[in-house]
Every structure is written in C-alpha cells, then in structure tokens.
C-alpha cells in the first residue's frame, strides 16, 4: 500500500501543468539502448559462431584469435554503417515528406484543409468543435505540416541521431562480441583456463542470456523467455558453425 500511495504522488507530482509544459517543452527523449542491445547481440552472435567454426576444424588459438578480432572489427562496422544509414534515411524521408506537404499547401491549401477536417472527424470532432479545430491547426503553417505528417503518413516530428545510433551500435558489437574471445586470448598469454573452448562456450552463453533479458525492455517479453530465446537463437548459429567447422576440418589442415 506505501509504494502504492509513493506512486501515485510521483505520478501526480509529474502530472501538474507545470511539469507537463516543461516535460513538453524539452520534446521526446531518444533512447540508444535498443542499439546497444541489437549491437550487443549481434557481435556475441557473430563472434561466438567464427570462435565455433575454428574450434570445430581444430586449428589453434592464434587463428581463432585474429579470426575473431577481424569480424569484431568488419562486422562491427559493417553494422554500425549500416544502423547510420538506416536512421539517417528515415530523417530524409521526414524531410522529404516535410518539404512536400508545404508545397502541397502552398499548390492547392483547399485540399489540405479537407484532409485535416477528415483526420478530426475520425477522431470523433464534430460540428463546431471540428470546424475550430481545423480552423487552429491550419492557422499556423508549421503546426499544419507537423499535423500531416504525424496523422497521415505516421512519421515522428524528431528522430534519433545517427552518428549515437551508429556509435552505441558500435561500442556494443565490440564490447559484447569480445567476450567469446577471452578465453582464448588468456590462454595465448600462458593463462590456462582449462578448456578455452567450453568456457568460451558458457561465458558466451551468459551474454546471450542477459542480453536478452535486457530486450525484454523493449518487447512485451518476460525477462527469462527473452533471455531464454536469444541464449536459443545465438547457440543454434554457434553450433551449426561448429558443425561446419567439424566437417570441413580437413580442408583447413
């Protein structure tokens, strides 16, 4: 019952004019930790899969290590490049869209109001409350473009940056993708761990289970099913790598 009333008084706290205007004011917030997730899944993914490939054709841990540390480093980048492209693509999309719906305006400024009169009436605006509404959104040139673009082609006002996008991405592949490479390297400085192989195997497990479990942030996933299905999902590229590598073990010798 006390963190119950303690929630309500902080949602109330930031419910008060004041603080939605602020909140408002300061527009929407981007979160870079969906990147870091992917990024992180995808470089333990990849890593683990060449670390497997290599292991299962019995070469030694030298080759295992430069192998890995060329996909941290290509792969990686290959990613990022590609998150930088995608979200600076869908900034000239908002662009595009934006320039074309104020020369729609300017060409034919009829048709737009009727659009905006259509977008309140399926809203449930009616009579004279739909006619001042059309009235004060086409008012203001900016607030009419900004409400075409929200309400009939879906697109957000702001967007993410691409170069933190990319980055974040980045940061995470190389951080995360390491860690299947650890024990490998120990064992190239003299620092026996046993067998580099299982342990790289469990340690690399670990991170699949709790990157995962981190997803469920962003899913409607309970944290053990996310973690459990991308734990699934990285070890079934792993092991048919380690298969592949098995098989043609020969051909590498």
Do not use: C
């Amino acid at each position: 019952m006390a963190d119950d009333a303690a929630r309500r008084a902080q949602l109330a706290a930031s419910h008060t004019r004041q603080a939605i205007r602020g909140r408002l004011a300061t527009g929407p917030v981007h979160s870079y930790l969906r990147d870091f997730i992917y990024g992180a899944i995808d470089g333990a993914v990849t890593t683990f899969a060449v670390v497997s490939g290599v292991a299962g054709a019995g070469l030694s841990n030298s080759i295992i290590i430069v192998l890995g540390i060329a996909n941290l480093i290509g792969d990686g980048f290959s990613m990022a490049a590609g998150n930088f492209l995608g979200v600076r693509a869908e900034r000239q999309q908002r662009d595009q869209l934006r320039a074309m719906e104020h020369q729609h305006i300017s060409d034919y400024p009829e048709g737009e109001r009727e659009e905006v009169r259509e977008i309140f009436r399926q809203k449930g605006f009616e009579d004279n409350d739909l006619n001042r509404a059309v009235d004060i959104i086409t008012a203001n040139r900016d607030r009419w473009v900004q409400t075409m673009l929200t309400e009939e082609h879906g697109v957000p006002l702001s967007g993410a940056s691409a170069i933190r996008a990319a980055s974040v991405t980045f940061v995470a592949f190389l951080l995360v993708g390491s860690v299947p490479l650890l024990t490998f390297v120990f064992e190239y400085f003299g620092l026996s761990v046993g067998s580099p192989f299982f342990w790289s195997a469990t340690l690399t497990g670990i991170a699949f289970f709790l990157t995962g479990a981190l997803k469920s942030r962003f899913v409607e996933q309970s944290w053990l099913s996310a973690g459990l299905e991308t734990l699934v999902v990285g070890g079934s590229a792993a092991a048919l790598s380690y298969v592949v590598g098995v098989l043609l073990g020969g051909l590498a010798r």
